[in-house]
């Protein structure tokens, strides 16, 4: 359909991609942040060296960069990637993360850019990393509902929502 705004191609091709795959995916965020393209660009990606990064392991995939995001072939690369997850990393590019609503996804950046920040502080600090163990990585998923007690980021958004109301309302008009 025509419209006479303009939509950025490589952004189009990425979200129309994992919208076109995934009907959960009712809201995708794509950012260029500082701390996730450093960490998209360290051979081992994200480390399990924070209660952050954690629960991006637990659904987290990568996509290896492919150039400017222009390239219709790659959708299906990009697809396969993604998978069922719910977090990626894009090789040298940033993070992409899906939800099946606003909330979901926002939560996941949220907690996806913390912990790519997070490593990227400790790393800067020098010395060596201590990684969770693997028992505990692995049980994190598990653990999750139980934080959120069933909620998931429904939990959290409803506080998110009004720490914003309090800084500016207007995004509500």
Same mark, same amino acid.
């Not at 693997?134 to 049980?139: A, E, G, M, T, V």
């Given at each position: 359909m025509p419209s006479p705004y303009f939509i950025n191609p490589a952004g189009f091709t990425i979200h129309s991609a994992v919208h076109a795959a995934r009907e959960d995916a009712l809201c995708v965020i *794509? =950012? *260029?942040t500082d701390y996730g393209i450093a960490? $998209?660009?360290q051979a081992e990606g994200l480390l399990p /060296? $924070?209660?952050q990064a954690l629960f991006a392991l637990s659904t987290l995939a990568y996509h290896d960069y492919e150039g400017l995001a222009l390239n219709e072939d790659e959708k299906s690369r990009l697809v396969?990637?993604?998978g069922d997850k719910s977090n990626m990393i894009l090789r040298n590019h940033g993070l992409l993360t899906v939800g099946k609503n606003a909330a979901e996804a926002f939560l996941s950046m949220y907690m996806l850019e913390r912990a790519c920040r997070i490593q990227i502080l400790a790393q800067a600090g020098g010395g060596t990393l201590l990684s969770v163990p693997?028992? /505990? =990585? *692995?049980?994190v998923a598990a653990q999750l509902g139980a934080v959120t007690v069933g909620q998931g980021a429904q939990?959290?958004?409803?506080?998110l929502l009004r720490k914003l109301d309090r800084m500016d309302s207007s995004f509500r008009e």
């Open positions: *794509h =950012l *260029h960490v $998209s660009a /060296i $924070s209660q396969a990637d993604l693997d028992p /505990i =990585l *692995h049980s939990l959290t958004w409803p506080g």
